[in-house]
């Protein structure tokens, strides 16, 4: 059949047998067995047969190559008039498949999630969530940061460290096969996955800390006091941002501070928030010595950055103040109640129960029972979600209100307690047990000055097995539809499920995002932001959606389960996959107007999870301004998912995609002097030359 992608692409495509894609694994080196085998499995291919190639498939996990292949084919053509058996690899099929299929092939579209005719297995979003969180870190760490700036430096003279950054690449692939990203392996498997995303993460740590180094010091700074520093805010996207900076600046000892003031290089002065400020020490390297911690005197700081320059920086004056008299404080967009907070585009309220009232100011609407805790009983594996028989749901209940971190640049509002839970499942799995266990929870909601996002940090301390835990936002947004961010594409899915009585694994209820999830009517609607928490519901009462923070089984595989019919794999317990101890979780919350794409919430998502960076610097010489940017796209709906230098030439890539359902021209803006710009590929060979000017159009 021909797969048409969401831009209209077509690729010829092949139904895998329905045993899988193992129908002729471990075949017996007797040839009558192995001919009922094969004649089997050559039937359900016909069935259902569009071309005169069949695909057998001798393999399975984990198997070595039969060496009685060669000789059993030669064998098994006395046994067959009309078809040839014959000992072949993949390509060769593919080609000869599409030389002898029909005419006029079906045509398919959208994702193929069916669980009619073979199991899909898509609870292993959520299956060791600590595992997805770890490989978004790095994932985003190489791809937002270390490329880029590697690709920056590398165009201003530094050398481009490519084989660290394979190396660190390396080490995160290598954690992506199936069973392992999915979470869905033996406990070993997943420990050894930890000590890769740290070898991952800490070469691309050390790889990006000498891009930015390399860039800070070619810009010329030759305006400052000797109680001042310079501090170099840096953005990595490709569009200019206003973002929420929290750095510690640390001046030498000798300069006594008890604040500072916060300035633009015109002079104006930027509201910001002291969080802290004291004695600290400092960390300098020597080439030819040991290292020297020396003391400095530091100060805590929070504030709005605006108009960070896209894929560049900007440079802001941090200067020291000692004074006795009381400070004024500046006044922002910023209150604070004893159970609210607020900024210029929401009012967020705690309720008795601990859940939260938002009103959307923009929109004019009010958003009730959101952040709400709902935990259920898990009866299943690794693989798939399966509730017991008699379950037991639990909304939590957090009773302890408080407001933190109060100032001019954000606000934090806490809701705690604790969630009684039973301790895991009764022998007979059918229900959960009657005895419980406290499990503490507590979420910090924060609002930054004038930043359209509400961020959410929780932390459960996970005391009991066999349950799933999901945080509910309520929407009450009348629509048959939700988005989810997919790869290079926003999926529009249907809420409504669709009857799978009968189906070798039942319709699931949860679904996948890689970043956001939204629902809106056209008018107005509610994005669910995260890091590393690829699983949601949306439940049909209030349109709710439902994020899955937590769940936790024993078993790497069951066959007696509610949702789906037999053994995904071996049948192991995996204690670890209980997921017990402390866990801190990442979500943010957009209330928008109109659809996700005309609210940019792609690139909001993108820009809630690129950390912002900075870097200090006293005066120095250099060529570059102190506010740049290198490369700017501009155009409604784009993004950029990559710039890095070309694997095999010198030449910079710049790779765009369109996520909306609707055409899109932009343009890309260049702060270096360019030569040629070729249209590339995904493998990045280039063929065609295209016309520049200011820009590619």
Sequence with gaps: FIWQGPDGTELFAVHLPKAGYGNAVSLSEDVDQAYKQIKGAIDDLLSRETSKSLLLLNGSDHL????????????????????????????????????????????????????????????????????????????????????????????????????????????????????????????????????????????????????????????????????????????????????????????????????????????????????????????????????????????????????????????????????????????????VGRDYIENKYYKISAETNGTLT????????????????????????????????????????????????????????????????????????????????????????????????????????????????????????????????????????????PDSEGWVEKVYKTAHNSGFVDINNGKHGMAILNKGLPEYEIIPDNNTVALTLLRSVGWLSRGDLEYRKGNAGPSFPTPEAQCLGEYIFYYALIPHQGGWDDARISQKTRQYKTKILTKQLKNQPGNLSDKYSFIELEGDYLEISAIKKNEFEDKLVVRVYNPADREATGKIKLGFDIHKVYLGRLDESYEEKLPYDDGVK
């Excluded at 259920?376 to 209940?397: F, Q």
């Design 64 to 335: 070595y190559a039969q060496l009685h292949i060669p000789h059993l084919a030669k064998e098994l053509n006395k046994y067959f008039k009309d078809i040839e058996i014959k000992q072949g690899n993949l390509a060769e099929y593919i080609d000869y498949a599409k030389k002898t299929a029909k005419p006029n092939l079906n045509k398919v579209t959208g994702e193929f999630r069916s669980g009619k005719d073979a199991p899909i297995l898509q609870s292993v979003y959520s299956s060791r969530m600590y595992i997805k969180q770890a490989n978004e870190r790095c994932e985003k760490q190489l791809e937002n940061w270390v490329e880029p700036t590697a690709s920056l430096a590398w165009l201003l003279g530094r050398d481009y460290p490519e084989n660290l950054i394979w190396t660190s690449w390396r080490w995160l692939l290598k954690n992506q096969p199936h069973d392992s990203i999915c979470g869905c392996s033996i406990d070993q498997v997943h420990k050894e996955m930890l000590t890769r995303f740290d070898w991952s993460g800490q070469i691309a740590q050390e790889v990006m800390n000498k891009s930015l180094d390399y860039i800070t010091e070619k810009i010329k700074i030759d305006y400052l006091k000797k109680d001042e520093l310079a501090l170099v805010v840096f953005n990595p996207l490709p569009y200019p941002i206003d973002e929420n900076v929290e750095v510690r600046i640390k001046f030498p000892k000798e300069i006594n501070l008890n604040r500072v003031k916060i300035l633009t290089i015109e002079g104006d002065e930027i509201p910001y928030q002291l969080k802290g400020y004291g004695l600290d020490y400092k960390i300098v390297f020597r080439p030819f010595g040991g290292p020297q911690f020396p003391e400095v005197n530091y100060a805590d700081i929070s504030f709005t950055a605006k108009d960070i320059p896209a894929c560049g920086y900007n440079t802001f004056i941090i200067k020291a103040i000692n004074e006795v008299k009381i400070f004024k404080e500046y006044d922002t967009d910023i209150r």
């Design 358 to 497: 938002i009103v959307d100011k923009l929109n004019d609407k009010i958003f009730k029972n959101c952040n709400r805790f709902v935990d259920s009983g898990d009866a299943g594996d690794e693989y798939t979600y399966s509730p017991p028989l008699n379950d037991k749901i639990i909304v939590c209940r957090l009773d302890n209100i408080s407001i933190q971190d109060i100032g001019p640049a954000e606000a934090t509002l806490i809701v705690s307690g604790k969630m009684i839970l039973p301790v895991g499942l009764k022998p007979d799995r059918k229900s959960r047990e009657d005895k419980k266990v406290e499990c503490p929870v507590e979420s910090k909601i924060k609002l930054f000055s004038e930043v359209q996002r509400i961020e959410f940090k929780t932390t459960f301390d996970n005391q009991c097995h066999d349950h799933c835990l999901k945080v509910e936002f309520p929407t009450n947004i009348k629509t048959d539809y939700v988005y989810a961010e997919g790869h290079f594409d926003v999926i529009k899915r249907s809420i409504k499920l």
